[in-house]
């Protein structure tokens, strides 16, 4: 299946926990289901947003947008954390309304049954997302897998709670535990919105495939041929590397221009997905980068 579809796919598990977690906060009167339940409707919204988001980032690059619409992924991400802020808030404005008002809690066994379907499903889904988040890179597909496997958790925390309260009668587990579920995905969320900030910045590649475009390059060095001033940068799906590549002046542009498209082939070949712009330079020229002097 494409990303897109893993993406519908969990529009549909995120419409059927709602209404498992709903219900269950409905027979109960739990605020700690409450919170279970608002975290799933997170769950709807942020992967709405993240299909739309992968739909704009497969659009060919345009006259607006010669470098392509990669990026749009990441706002897929910084969005699914900006949501979750505010469930937390909302989770936590509940939970202290509970401390003040306790009340008892009906029907936890319904209630429990009813989010560990839910939290199944989630389980399920969150576990194949993450293989094929690796498989295409995809930072909107891998932010829903985490943000689902949060709401395992929290499902779990939850239950954990609901037990407690129904053998000790402490009705303030309640709302105790729904804060921690706050505190929880204020935690993810913190981490996607990072984790967004880092690629909008163009953050450098992942050291395992830098060690492969060394290895790539180790490959065509010789006493004659020598790269410098080799960087990366990640966006979206896409991955990119820029270098310099120095050989005798004495070459011919047929010869030098050969010898770097079989450069361009190898790293491409060893690392899926990348697009690599290398400047030839004769051996005895060297660029000037972050020089008072350039900005002249």
Do not use: C
């Not at 808030?89 to 560990?116: K, M, N, T, Y």
């Not at 995905?185 to 492969?212: C, F, K, N, W, Y």
């Not at 020598?226 to 590397?241: E, I, N, W, Y």
Request: zero cysteines; glycine letters at 6%.
């Amino acid at each position: 299946m494409s990303v897109s579809t893993y993406l519908k796919l969990s529009i549909a598990v995120a419409l059927a926990t709602i209404a498992l977690k709903a219900g269950a906060w409905w027979f109960t009167d739990s605020v700690s289901l409450l919170s279970d339940a608002l975290e799933s409707l997170v769950n709807l919204a942020g992967a709405m947003f993240a299909l739309l988001m992968v739909t704009v980032a497969r659009r060919p690059a345009d006259d607006d947008h010669p470098y392509g619409h990669h990026k749009a992924e990441y706002f897929s991400s910084g969005f699914e954390g900006v949501l979750i802020f505010a469930a937390a808030l909302g989770i936590i404005w509940a939970a202290a309304h509970r401390f003040l008002e306790p009340q008892p809690i009906d029907a936890i066994g319904l209630g429990i049954a009813l989010s560990v379907v839910g939290s199944a499903m989630n389980g399920a889904l969150a576990w194949a997302m993450f293989r094929k988040a690796r498989e295409h890179r995809s930072m909107a597909l891998e932010a829903d897998a985490r943000h689902l496997v949060t709401d395992v958790w929290t499902s779990a925390g939850v239950v954990v709670a609901l037990v407690a309260v129904q053998w000790t009668g402490w009705l303030w587990l309640d709302p105790a535990m729904a804060i921690l579920v706050a505190l929880n995905i204020l935690r993810e969320g913190t981490s996607l919105v990072r984790r967004s900030a880092d690629g909008l910045m163009d953050q450098a590649l992942e050291p395992e495939v830098l060690h492969d475009i060394e290895g790539v390059l180790e490959g065509f060095r010789h006493h004659t041929i020598r790269f410098d001033h080799v960087s990366t940068r990640r966006a979206g799906q896409r991955r990119f590397v820029d270098l310099h590549m120095h050989m005798p002046a004495s070459w011919t542009l047929g010869r030098a221009a050969a010898l770097r498209t079989s450069v361009e082939q190898a790293l491409m070949s060893a690392v899926p997905g990348l697009r690599a712009t290398i400047q030839l330079l004769p051996s005895d020229v060297e660029a000037h980068f972050d020089d008072e002097r350039d900005l002249l």
